[in-house]
């Protein structure tokens, strides 16, 4: 499943910061002509645009330069003296500021947006993850399957490199992944927004019925951040596993 992620990849990021210092000055270069004709409120209007659109398509970066360079674009062609950024009328003064503060703003509204879409996207992958692997244990699937689909839940949800179930006795010692999505020990690294895993791996303990079935390894990518969110949602994908394996023992 695809990865939903609120930070745009480097070629959006070049586009957006593109947009945002080129584009005020080409809708400048149109306006221009036309700049006793049209309305002050309407040229700033058309400078707003191009800040969402530098914003929307890179990132809030490329939203406040946007606004800055709006700004100075209104100010040095269209409030009197033209090209000079000495303004003499108080009037134009005002709407120059209020351009920066629009444009800021609703750069910073661009981004908020992203990254609300992105983390309900990611909720909704969050819970497809799981329906799918209760399906199986509802089911009474194989628990062999059941562990299949966990590994490949954990890959997609956790962006491993690899993962696989192992059972007592261990071969190593690594740290464990708790219950509330916090590592045990001191594993703090950050990789873009989020604490990444840590770099020798981690486990997670397979329970059901209050017995340890085993548990499942993690390699992580560490370039790559994990939210506490994702850890606690791997936790209850393992608790998914634990109770196939509950349900095929015999109660002791």
């Known amino acids: 499943m695809a990865r939903h992620d609120a930070t745009p990849d480097d070629a959006a990021r070049a586009v957006g910061l593109a947009v945002a210092a080129f584009g005020p000055l080409l809708v400048a270069g149109i ?8 309305a002050s409120a309407n040229i ?32 040095f062609f269209f409030t009197r003296p033209y090209q000079s950024l000495k303004i003499d009328s108080s009037d134009d003064i005002q709407t120059t500021v209020l351009l920066l503060v629009i444009g800021l703003i609703v750069a910073e509204l661009v981004t908020f947006t992203r990254r609300h879409r992105a983390a309900s996207e990611l909720r909704g992958d969050e819970i497809t993850r799981l329906h799918r692997v209760a399906e199986l244990v509802a089911t009474d699937s194989d628990a062999e399957d059941v562990v299949l689909s966990v590994q490949a ?40 927004t989020d604490y990444a895993l840590p770099d020798q791996g981690v486990v ?9 079935f085993g548990r499942l390894v993690l390699v992580p990518d560490v370039t790559i951040g994990v939210s506490i969110e994702k850890r606690v949602v791997a936790v209850a994908l393992a608790d998914q596993l634990g109770a196939a394996f509950a349900a095929d023992s015999p109660v002791r």
């Open 31 to 38: 306006l221009v002509p036309f700049r006793d004709d049209i």
């Open 44 to 75: 700033v209007l058309v400078f707003v645009l191009v800040v969402v659109l530098g914003a929307s398509v890179g990132t809030r970066w490329s939203g406040a330069i946007g606004a800055v360079i709006a700004a100075m674009s209104y100010d």
């Open 204 to 212: 997670i303990p397979v329970l059901g019925r209050g017995r340890e």
């Open 153 to 192: 839940e954990l890959i997609g949800l956790l962006s491993l490199r690899e993962c696989w179930y192992e059972t007592p006795p261990y071969s190593s010692e690594l740290p464990q992944l708790e219950r509330n999505g916090a590592v045990a020990g001191e594993h703090r690294r950050w990789a873009g």
